[in-house]
Nanobody, 123 residues
Framework: QVQLVESGGGLVQAGESRRLSCAAS????????MGWYRQAPGKQRELVAA???????NYADSVKGRFTVSRDNAKNTVYLQMNSLKPEDTAVYYC?????????????????WGQGTQVTVSS
């Protein structure tokens, strides 16, 4: 099992910055990627940004150039630096960790989620 604890959400003004943190603990072997998703009221959960164990990153088009995802392997923590925030960034942000485990029977993927942290951007 992997436990994820997010922090850093809150209320910000449009144009301001905020950094989210997600600390992972537990059985952290074979974590291939960590990242952030968000869910706004009435909408589906969507990928915001992710970073692989090799350091490759992936961003939603709506946040490219404004958000940066990073990972501190020594601290088992992933960050999301959010700049130039917009009201449409308002959502609950969830940390995600993907674990891939192999055994003689095959390969299995497990997704772990944090409890979510609210980010509200006022205009």
């Amino acid at each position: 099992q992997v436990q994820l604890v997010e922090s850093g959400g809150g209320l910000v003004q449009a144009g301001e910055s905020r950094r989210l943190s997600c600390a992972a603990s537990g059985r952290l072997f074979s974590i291939v990627a960590m990242g952030w998703y968000r869910q706004a009221p009435g909408k589906q959960r969507e990928l915001v940004a992710a970073v692989t164990s090799g350091g490759s990153t992936n961003y939603a088009d709506s946040v490219k150039g404004r958000f940066t995802v990073s990972r501190d392997n020594a601290k088992n923590t992933v960050y999301l630096q959010m700049n130039s925030l917009k009201p449409e960034d308002t959502a609950v942000y969830y940390c995600n960790a993907r674990q891939v485990v192999s055994d003689p029977r095959g390969q299995y993927e497990y997704d772990y989620w944090g409890q979510g942290t609210q980010v509200t951007v006022s205009s």
